[in-house]
Each structure stands twice: as C-alpha cells, then as structure tokens.
C-alpha cells in the first residue's frame, strides 16, 4: 500500500544534540510537509517542500532545518534540542500545492528531550 | 485573521446515537474545507473535504459533512456512532489563494459503549 512512513516512532535525545527524524513516501507526491504537534494541540507547520523547493514558515525557528535529497525521503534536523521541542513531529505529503489536494500523514515520531 | 473555530474540546455521544461535532470557519473568499482525524498516537487520517458544488458531502467511516455557507459552518456528522470512533477530530480550512492548511483547535470524541 502506498503510504508516508516516519522513523523512528519514538525519539529521545539529550538537550543540545542533534537529532534526525526522516520520512519516505510511496506516493510519488511533490509536497512534503513537516509539522509539530504538541498535546493533542493543532498540528503547526514548519516548513515543506515543493519539488526540491524549500517553504520556511516565518516563525520556524533556524534550530530547524530540512533537507530532501529525493522526492521519496525528507528529513527534520534539529540543530540543538531544546526542552521546548518536544513534541509529536508529524511528516505529510500532498500532490500538489493547490488547495483542493488533502494531505496524507505518517504516524508521526514522538520525540524526548531529556 | 483567517481562521478556524472548533467551538467544542469534547463531544460525549453514547454508541449508537447520532454525533455532530461542530466547526466554523473565518476566511476570505470561498475556502476548501476539510476533517481529519486522530487516532492515540498516530497521524492524522484524511475524512472528508468540500470543494465546490453539493453542501453535504461523505466521506470515510460513514461521516459526512454538511457546507452552510451563510452560517459559516462545516460541522461533521454521523448518524450513528460507534465506540471506535473516539478519537481526535481537525476541522481545517485552505483559504482561497493559499496553499496552508488552518487547522482548528480540535475536538475530542468520546464514544460511550
């Protein structure tokens, strides 16, 4: 079944080290898009992709990077964990930018800052 | 500001009764309108969406949707819940000439056997 995977589910890192949470898909869809859910909160969007072209939303910290090297896989780097991103860390993907398309989710990685 | 309200944080429905949770919207111009839902520990899953034409709209699991453009509204129905249904629900609106999603605050679904 095509689908958007997320590893690992559950992620726990030390204040300040850096972290890498991925994302494939098998939908061959163009967008990929990362957000971050914390306590049963709205889901935030902290940036996606196009293509190969990266969106940064205008509040996302620099902390946050993406990087995708194809259109299967995007990856979530956080720079130096702090306490305040921990969070549920949720990869979508769409078909494409315009609006009518609903966007597909993985399971989400559950990350710890310890 | 565009946004989207969930006016409920918790709906309690016994299994077997009818279920609306309730969603308005605040956004220029016509918006694509959309529910998700999700299940503990997961992401979320793609119910239901309007776009243009009929205001009652289906979707998965048996959920549908109706469209009240004069009151604002997009509240999701089923006409008879069950306990599996519990879960998070995301109202979500794209307002015309963007390409975000505006999440609403969610509402909790709770089934009762």
């Known amino acids: 079944d095509a689908m958007v995977i997320q590893n690992p589910r559950y992620q726990v890192t030390q204040f300040g080290k850096p972290v890498t949470l991925s994302c494939s898909q098998t939908l061959n869809h163009n967008v990929m898009y990362w957000y971050q859910q914390k306590s049963s909160q709205a889901p935030k969007l902290l940036f996606h992709y196009y293509d190969k072209d990266f969106n940064n939303e205008a509040d996302t910290p620099d902390n946050f990077q993406s990087r995708r090297p194809n259109t299967s896989f995007c990856f979530l780097d956080i720079r130096s964990p702090g306490l305040g991103d921990a969070a549920m860390y949720l990869c979508?993907?769409?078909?494409?930018?315009?609006?009518?398309?609903?966007?597909?989710f993985g399971p989400g990685t559950r990350l710890t800052v310890t | 500001a565009q946004s989207v309200a969930q006016p409920e944080d918790q709906v309690n429905v016994a299994e077997g009764n009818p279920l609306t949770v309730k969603c308005t919207y605040s956004v220029s111009g016509n918006p694509y309108l959309f529910w998700y839902v999700q299940y503990p520990n997961r992401g979320l899953q793609f119910l239901l969406k309007?776009?243009?034409?009929?205001?009652l709209v289906k979707g998965s699991y048996g959920f549908e949707a109706e469209f009240n453009k004069s009151q604002t509204s997009f509240h999701l129905k089923k006409p008879s819940a069950l306990v599996s249904d519990s879960a998070l629900y995301f109202c979500?609106?794209?307002?015309?000439?963007?390409?975000?999603?505006?999440f609403g605050t969610g509402t909790r679904l709770q089934v009762f056997p």
């Open positions: 979508a993907t769409s078909r494409d930018t315009q609006p009518a398309y609903e966007q597909y």
């Open positions: 979500a609106s794209v307002p015309i000439n963007t390409d975000k999603l505006i």
């Open positions: 309007y776009i243009t034409g009929d205001n």
